[in-house]
T-cell receptor, first 112, second 108 residues
Framework: NAGVTQTPKFQVLKTGQSMTLQCAQDMNHNSMYWYRQDPGMGLRLIYYSASEGTTDKGEVPNGYNVSRLNKREFSLRLESAAPSQTSVYFCASSEDRASPLHFGNGTRLTVT | KQEVTQIPAALSVPEGENLVLNCSFT??????LQWFRQDPGKGLTSLLLIQSSQREQTSGRLNASLDKSSGRSTLYIAASQPGDSATYLCAVHNDMRFGAGTRLTVKP
């Protein structure tokens, strides 16, 4: 039972490059989320998808785009990476917003 | 806008001590509150989810309480062990916001 799977685990980008972080869940959850975690700041919500076909902005959406490809997959795209986007990115899923969150193991991104 | 605060940011205790971690939130219109553990360089492991209609939830040596009216939750850890050393985070389920966490060190 894989739960929430994120790829890649590590990534180094140069400023201005683009990339897509992938997330897939096998729990048939409706809701999926992208967070970033910076030292001393906890997790901040970037975007979420309450259900297949919908996406909404979180606290810190600037510089990111998302796609809910199907019920299983929710991707996060950085169109033009900036050093301020150096962070650890976590994907999570839940049945709905009242249900327990389940997290992936994270992607450590460095932008130079 | 929901604000979630965890104080203290760091806590060091000797093994065997009972301890309380605090989580406060500004908007009491929450669905639920969830406590997590995070080991260094790792992902988040769910410890307890306490529903908005509950006052307490227990799992082993852990007990979480919730007081919506005062905007507070506590995580009580009994008989702490070195293996409990980690960062503990709380998340409120409406805005899905997290506190910054409390880094706990339990010394042998």
């Amino acid at each position: 039972n894989a739960g929430v799977t994120q790829t890649p685990k590590f990534q180094v980008l140069k400023t201005g490059q683009s990339m897509t972080l992938q997330c897939a869940q096998d729990m048939n959850h409706n809701s999926m989320y992208w967070y970033r975690q910076d030292p001393g700041m906890g997790l901040r919500l970037i975007y979420y998808s309450a259900s297949e076909g919908t996406t909404d902005k979180g606290e810190v959406p600037n510089g990111y785009n998302v796609s809910r490809l199907n019920k299983r997959e929710f991707s996060l795209r950085l169109e033009s990476a900036a050093p301020s986007q150096t962070s650890v990115y976590f994907c999570a899923s839940s049945e709905d917003r009242a249900s327990p969150l389940h997290f992936g193991n994270g992607t450590r991104l460095t932008v130079t | 806008k929901q604000e979630v605060t965890q104080i203290p940011a760091a806590l060091s205790v000797p093994e065997g001590e009972n301890l309380v971690l605090n989580c406060s939130f500004t908007d009491s219109a929450i669905y639920n509150l969830q406590w997590f553990r995070q080991d260094p360089g790792k992902g988040l492991t769910s410890l307890l989810l306490i529903q908005s209609s509950q006052r307490e939830q227990t799992s082993g040596r852990l007990n979480a309480s919730l007081d919506k009216s005062s905007g507070r939750s506590t995580l009580y850890i009994a008989a702490s062990q070195p293996g409990d050393s980690a960062t503990y985070l709380c998340a409120v389920h409406n805005d899905m916001r997290f506190g910054a966490g409390t880094r706990l060190t339990v010394k042998p």
